[in-house]
């Protein structure tokens, strides 16, 4: 049923094309590996013809996602998200084709499904026990939820600040918890000093190869979802970029699969980062491949709280290839903006959806993007886990 057929430098170093059907993370030079598949305009045609008759999750589009073992993939119902035409909340900025596409519809809240659905599936086929991730809260919920499913035990790894909800909602699924000083980036060395001799399977951001698979059907869905046109621009709360990286390779399936003419202009790719935490837009803005380390990174979005991201040139490539750009937000505009997506369209958002529309005024006021283009504002989660946030004025 899958396409895969092998996994390639990211970097494009020369090294050798790595088997799928054995345990892959890093390439040896050290750049994240990416999944390639054989799509073409017939494998295209036949998924088209059997779209209607698949299940409404992530997985209808199998044939370009990794392959399973024999009980299928390990899923919850991930995907397949509402994208809300966010009429109020466009004419508050004075647009009529304005969307959302919500992904705190996903299990455990987050779009961080999707990406430990098909990792957590690629790590039971090859005979994983034990999954570990470090993470910012999110993809830890994921992990232990997937893991759990899979019948594998999770391993944690989080920042000791990180809010009480994703501690417990870890442990409600049966996951061990670590809880590491400092950030991300040190839950990550902590994670991998630990685990690498136990030969626990590490499912940290771009450091496997499926979870950007994952990620990269919310653009599948997106192109499905608008009668297979592209939008204008795509407004993404970017952390470690699994995002940003698989939507942007998803233009390209796309169009091998011939499901998008490749004349078609694809969506500009719009990143956004917290201004307590942003790599990313200023090494865009200062024209440079890699990002440099974000000293004293501070945001209450969790998820942005990444001083350091392994594919940060696959992100910045990303942004620019598709004339795109970055921008950064405060804290406390992201947080107003969770109450007025809230309070214009039932939406329950993450303050990283919340930083979407406030990038999105910058990018009018600007004259970046144009009242009439049509936008997608990516709400990764829900509110749920923030409410502290919103406790206080
Ligand atoms: C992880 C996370 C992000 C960042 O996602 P990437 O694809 O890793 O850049 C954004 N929002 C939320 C809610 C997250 O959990």
Known sequence: MSKLSRLECSAACGAAPRDPDRVQHLCACGAPLL???????????????????RPPTMWRYREALPPSDDDGPVTLGEGFTPLAHARRLGA?????????????ANP????KARGLS??????????????SVPSAGNAANAA???????GLSARVFMPRDVKTPFIRECELYGAEVTLVDGLITDAGRVAAETG????????????????????????????????????????????????????WKACAELEALGWMPAAARRPRMVSVQAEGCAPIVRAFHDGAERAAPWEQARTSADGLRV?????????????????????????????AAMREIG???????????????????????????????RVVLFNTGGALKYLDLLGVQ
């Open 307 to 335: 001083p350091r991201a392994i594919g940060d040139f696959l992100i910045l490539r990303a942004v620019r290839e598709s004339g795109g750009t970055a921008v950064a937000v405060s804290d406390s505009a992201m947080i």
């Open 144 to 150: 232990a939820a997937y893991a759990s499913r899979a």
């Open 35 to 53: 999944a390639r598949y054989a799509l073409d305009a017939a494998t295209g045609r036949r998924m088209r013809d059997s779209l209607r008759d």
């Open 118 to 131: 098909a990792a957590v599936t690629v790590a039971r086929r090859l005979g994983a026990t034990t999954v």
């Open 343 to 373: 309070a214009a369209e039932g939406i329950s958002s993450a303050p990283e959806g919340g930083a979407t529309l406030v990038a999105l005024r910058a990018l009018l006021a600007r004259g970046t993007i144009a009242p009439s283009d």
């Open 108 to 111: 455990t809240n987050s779009f």
């Open 92 to 104: 508050a900025v004075g647009m009529d084709r304005l969307y959302v596409k919500d992904e705190s």
């Open 196 to 247: 690498g001799p136990l030969g626990w399977y590490d499912v940290s951001t771009l450091k496997e190869p499926y979870r950007v698979e994952g990620k990269k059907t919310m653009a599948y869905e997106i192109a499905e979802q608008l009668g297979w046109e592209w939008p204008d621009w795509m407004i993404y709360p970017t952390g470690g970029g699994t995002g940003i990286v698989g939507m």
